[in-house]
């Protein structure tokens, strides 16, 4: 059934676990997520990023997704990823998605709480829940591209674009989103360096805004490090470079191995192997609670 981010989410700090957003730029993904969910009958989160719009328009996936949402058993969100300005929330609205983000991190403080209040106001109108970003989650450059510019720009010391907590509360009050998008040393696409969480920030800035927190740049940590930020108060974790790695990989492998090529097979091949990812991650996110502290990378 389709429900909105804030339902999820509350459902999720009352329980303790995260909830898995996958972005869902083609129709493998988004059945990949999908029955991920349904074969472990846990909550989900499917994503559209702005940015996706080049690989397939929002009105293309929106309503398919929307359409997933409606028919699963299970409770699913559909949320526009890195909205860029209000048109595109209005136009995500109006295909029925049930949360979106609105990213106006790149701007002054001041345009920041500006532009996001105003994407309140009309979302919560309509029943959307909105997230918002504060702070700068910065690109490793390998994948990751669902942010648009900004992030091309060298930031030396953590302080210049983590998450401010102090600031986090004065955001969160000023605009009423229901979900922030913290920057605590997660980075969009493949990690190149080993990832270094500043987890007392994360406890803070949760302790501070009384609201779920969200990770962006997702994948491709330890276990360790997501049951860590679990506890510490993350509530949605945006998954998807590792996922889409995974599918890749498995094509690959494919290819390699098979005489006759068809397309079609390569979109089976790629389901299956993202299904089988993005389950790791929901068992770990949601199922388990942040109770399992045992190693592995996912
Ligand atoms: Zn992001």
Do not use: W
């Not at 136009?91 to 998605?97: K, L, P, W």
């Not at 994948?143 to 992030?151: A, L, Q, V």
Request: aromatic residues 8%.
């Amino acid at each position: 059934m389709l429900v909105t981010l804030r339902e999820l989410l509350t459902k999720a700090d009352a329980g303790n676990y995260a909830v898995g957003a996958f972005n869902s730029p083609t129709l493998e993904s988004a059945r990949a997520a999908m029955e991920a969910a349904e074969e472990l009958q846990a909550p989900v989160i499917l994503s559209h990023a702005e940015v996706h719009n080049e690989i397939v328009p929002l009105e293309v996936m929106g309503p398919i997704l929307v359409d997933f949402a409606k028919k699963a058993s299970v409770p699913v969100a559909v949320h526009l990823d890195h909205g860029s300005h209000l048109e595109i929330v209005k136009q995500a609205i109006e295909i029925g998605f049930s949360s979106v983000m609105i990213d106006a991190s790149q701007m002054s403080y001041e345009e920041n709480v500006r532009t996001v209040k105003e994407v309140v106001q009309y979302a919560h109108q309509h029943g959307v829940s909105v997230e918002a970003e504060l702070g700068v989650l910065t690109s490793s450059g390998i994948g990751g591209e669902e942010t648009k510019g900004g992030n091309a720009i060298p930031l030396n010391e953590p302080e210049d674009y983590y998450t401010d907590p102090v600031l986090a509360k004065d955001f969160v009050e000023r605009t009423g989103i229901d979900a922030l998008a913290a920057s605590f040393g997660t980075v969009h696409g493949i990690y190149i360096t080993e990832p270094n969480l500043d987890f007392e920030r994360l406890r803070s800035i949760y302790g501070n805004i009384q609201r779920p927190v969200v990770m962006h740049g997702g994948s491709g940590l330890s276990r360790e490090d997501y049951v860590k930020a679990i506890r510490c108060g993350v509530r949605k974790i945006n998954y998807y470079s590792y996922a889409a790695k995974a599918g890749a990989h498995a094509i690959k492998a494919y290819i390699d191995q098979t005489a006759n090529l068809f397309y079609h097979d390569f979109t089976v091949v790629a389901k299956e192997a993202i299904k089988n990812d993005v389950k790791k991650a929901v068992e770990i996110f949601t199922l388990q609670g942040g109770a399992n502290s045992e190693e592995g990378r996912i």
